[in-house]
């Protein structure tokens, strides 16, 4: 039995060894050489690429799950934006469906996208964040909301319609960590 125990331990340890081998190697003079498997390509990592089927679905989910929102998902992807839009929040998303994208002066979108002009890009999509889990009528009782871009959006009710920076509430979908407000236009900041 001892002889078996033995021989199990020295298997599991061979086999951890061998597993930990691969990560890294190294040539005949010492030198560190890097697993071949690396890449330059940014990786996914985070919370944002997690699969978790039994929880409900957080703003990020709900975006992407959207055939009206894939121009504000290719922007979030681009922004790198993700992981924020999984936490545990609660959010509150003013989700601009693509026709609020395709509003934009001509090019605007594809501009964005540039690499050189993801900061702006980020900003702008931060601007449609705000801190809180607030129904469309709840929203009615406030003047103005704080983005998580560091600037405010003023709130406007005509009727029984929202408007949040302009933009008109035309649907709100309740998510894991939050809402998301599905807007008519895209919000952008004063400067």
Do not use: W
Not at 34 to 55: H, L, R, V, Y
Not at 73 to 92: I, S
Not at 149 to 155: C, P, R
Request: charge should be negative; proline fraction near 5%.
């Amino acid at each position: 039995m001892k002889t078996t125990l033995k021989l199990l331990f020295v298997s599991i340890t061979l086999l951890v060894f061998s597993a930990c081998k691969n990560e890294a190697n190294t040539e005949g003079n010492g030198t560190l050489v890097e697993n071949s498997a690396k890449t330059d390509a940014p990786q996914k990592q985070g919370q944002a690429f997690i699969k978790d089927d039994e929880s409900a679905p957080n703003v990020l989910q709900i975006a992407i799950g959207s055939p009206d929102h894939t121009t504000l998902v290719a922007a979030v992807q681009t922004a790198h934006l993700e992981n924020a839009l999984v936490n545990a929040g609660p959010l509150m998303v003013f989700a601009p469906t693509n026709a609020a994208f395709d509003e934009l002066p001509a090019g605007t979108v594809d501009d964005l996208l540039k690499p050189e002009n993801h900061d702006k890009l980020a900003s702008i999509l931060k601007h449609h964040v705000t801190p809180g889990n607030y129904s469309k009528e709840f929203l009615k009782k406030f003047k103005k909301v704080g983005q998580a871009d560091g600037t405010d959006a003023t709130v406007e009710v005509k009727g029984d319609d929202v408007y949040v920076g302009g933009a008109k509430i035309i649907a709100s979908i309740p998510a894991g960590n939050g809402i998301v407000h599905v807007v008519d236009k895209v919000i952008l900041p004063a400067n």
